[in-house]
């Protein structure tokens, strides 16, 4: 059974449009909202929703942060050498500079954050099968 199907539609922006220029660097289907992305504004605002199952590839922020405010559905982040935190709508996750990470759906759920993010990100490898299914 998928939990928050809702999620879909957006909760409080819309999902937006299926995230294509971003596909290499997930497992499954995103869309992306992006709210803010202006030149004089030192960071990028946007509204990630993950169908379930769907995950970004670790990554790490090279000369800047991310915060993630969860909106809707459940989802994992994990750091690089720690436990997965499971996130619902409330939770906030903040990504120094140089942590590698990744962010996702749980296995049965829709899962939707907002992401401010300051700099460049580079996108590692993918989380495997294994890693997520052990979680």
């Keep these: 059974m998928v939990k928050n199907q809702d999620v879909k539609n957006g909760t409080i922006f819309s999902s937006g449009e299926p ?3 971003f596909a290499d660097f ?8 992006v709210l803010v ?16 199952a769907c995950r970004n590839n670790w990554h790490i922020h090279t000369d800047g942060y991310q ?11 994990q750091e ?3 436990e997965a935190r499971k996130l619902v709508p ?12 990744w962010h996702g759906a749980t296995e049965n759920s829709w899962f939707e954050h907002i ?6 990100s580079e996108f590692l490898e993918p ?6 299914n052990n979680l």
């Design 67 to 77: 915060i993630l405010l969860v909106t809707g559905g459940e989802g994992w982040y």
């Design 19 to 21: 995230n294509n220029a």
């Design 80 to 82: 690089d050498g720690q």
């Design 26 to 33: 997930f497992t499954g289907q995103s869309y992306l909202n």
């Design 90 to 101: 409330g939770s906030v996750v903040v990504t120094h500079q140089g942590v590698k990470h």
């Design 127 to 132: 989380v495997s099968d294994e890693q997520y």
């Design 37 to 52: 992305n202006e030149r004089d504004v030192n960071v990028v605002v946007g509204n990630v929703t993950f169908e379930p």
């Design 115 to 120: 992401a401010i993010t300051a700099g460049p």
